[in-house]
T-cell receptor, first 115, second 113 residues
Framework: AQTVTQSQPEMSVQEAETVTLSCTYD???????LFWYKQPPSRQMILVIR??????QNATENRFSVNFQKAAKSFSLKISDSQLGDTAMYFC????????????FGKGTKLSVKP | ETGVTQSPTHLIKTRGQQVTLRCSSQ?????VSWYQQALGQGPQFIFQ???????GRGNFPPRFSGLQFPNYSSELNVNALELDDSALYLC????????????FGSGTRLTVV
């Protein structure tokens, strides 16, 4: 069975500093995607960043970057220059290519950015 | 570009009743997926509809069913509600099958009493 584990239920960071959220996953598949989603109090899931497993280069989107370690099945998210608007639940998720929409989510990490 | 809209935003039902939740997909999207998010948990995949057919299903009983209409909007129906069905139900649309390119709605909060 495929699983996603987020070992940090809550984290906090000072505004303008850097924080890293951890995620590990388990699968025997070789062709898959990894995602980080943000869920603010508005409840809508917002895609932060996506990584294709076949790509060795780590994905980057402005202040957000990932450290993808395929052999270790690890996919951490680094947020640089944290902003108050980054306060939210962050979910790591995984989908096998061709899995007909089945995104498998972790339990989430609640991130608080403090002024 | 209109995003994904869900209705209603909140709903309270009694155990044993039936409920219908609605989702309008983003313009240009032909696939809709539904997720259940219990309190303190990540979302769990219920099923996906593509071209009005169910083409993927998670580990949910048959009392969870759905429809997709020619305009790609969708309904989630839950029969014989149980207390454990209390959750946030999220709809996501995309322009193809699979989990890439999802746009999520803000969900319907269902409380079963």
């Amino acid at each position: 069975a495929q699983t996603v584990t987020q070992s940090q239920p809550e984290m906090s960071v000072q505004e303008a500093e850097t924080v890293t959220l951890s995620c590990t996953y388990d699968t025997s598949e070789n062709n898959y995607y990894l995602f980080w989603y943000k869920q603010p109090p508005s409840r809508q899931m917002i895609l932060v960043i996506r990584q294709e497993a076949y790509k060795q280069q780590n994905a980057t989107e402005n202040r957000f970057s990932v450290n993808f370690q395929k052999a270790a099945k690890s996919f951490s998210l680094k947020i640089s220059d944290s902003q108050l608007g980054d306060t939210a639940m962050y979910f790591c998720a995984f989908a096998i290519r061709g899995s007909q929409g089945n995104l498998i989510f972790g339990k989430g990490t609640k991130l608080s950015v403090k002024p | 570009e209109t995003g994904v809209t869900q209705s209603p935003t909140h709903l309270i039902k009694t155990r044993g009743q039936q409920v219908t939740l609605r989702c309008s997909s983003q313009s240009g999207h032909n696939t809709v997926s539904w997720y259940q998010q219990a309190l303190g948990q990540g979302p769990q995949f219920i099923f996906q509809y593509y071209r009005e057919e169910e083409n993927g299903r998670g580990n949910f009983p048959p009392r969870f069913s759905g429809l997709q209409f020619p305009n790609y909007s969708s309904e989630l129906n839950v029969n014989a509600l149980e207390l454990d069905d209390s959750a946030l139900y999220l709809c996501a649309s995309s322009s193809g099958q699979g989990a890439v390119g999802y746009t999520f709605g803000s969900g319907t909060r269902l409380t079963v009493v």
